[in-house]
């Protein structure tokens, strides 16, 4: 295992989509998913981390959250509410940037999980921005696109 660098932006690979994983088993993923969770381990005020943000193209992100880890594989939005949010995100390739974005308040998203089965993750609040955010990521959108002029509102 190892401790990955993280890519800043401008770097060209954040803003590209990622490539579909076959094999969620595969040595390969498996090595980069053990290493994704130890970057974030490492890296402090972290909640979410896509493997484009440590130089893979590939659609794999990690979320941690209450004591919960989500590996998303394959990630696809699935349902969306109408009701949106402004509330303020940061991001690891943007060290220091903190800004208003508006995201949906509640998300279903379908993932294969590390062993390749298809689940669905519902999120709202915290969660449901962080798989919004990490699944931007895999589409090549920074969150500097989502930019919001709206000020941020409390989230739960």
């Not at 890519?7 to 390969?28: C, F, G, H, N, V």
């Not at 053990?34 to 440590?54: I, K, R, S, W, Y």
């Amino acid at each position: 295992m190892a401790i990955l660098p993280i890519r800043l932006y401008p770097d060209p690979i954040l803003q590209k989509k990622a490539k579909k994983i076959t094999d969620a088993k595969s040595p390969e993923i498996q090595e980069l998913l053990f290493d994704m969770l130890e970057t974030m381990d490492a890296t402090t005020n972290c909640l979410g981390l896509a493997a484009p943000q440590v130089g893979k193209s590939l659609q794999m992100s990690v979320i941690k959250f209450a004591g919960k880890t989500f590996v998303l594989i394959n990630p696809k939005i699935k349902s969306k509410s109408w009701k949106k949010i402004v509330s303020e995100e940061g991001c690891l390739s943007f060290p220091g940037l903190f800004i208003p974005v508006k995201r949906y308040a509640k998300v279903k998203v379908a993932v294969q999980d590390q062993t390749g089965k298809a689940r669905v993750i519902s999120g709202e609040a915290l969660l449901g921005r962080a798989l919004q955010h990490e699944i931007d990521h895999l589409n090549g959108i920074v969150f500097t696109k989502r930019k919001s002029r709206q000020k941020p509102q409390k989230i739960k």
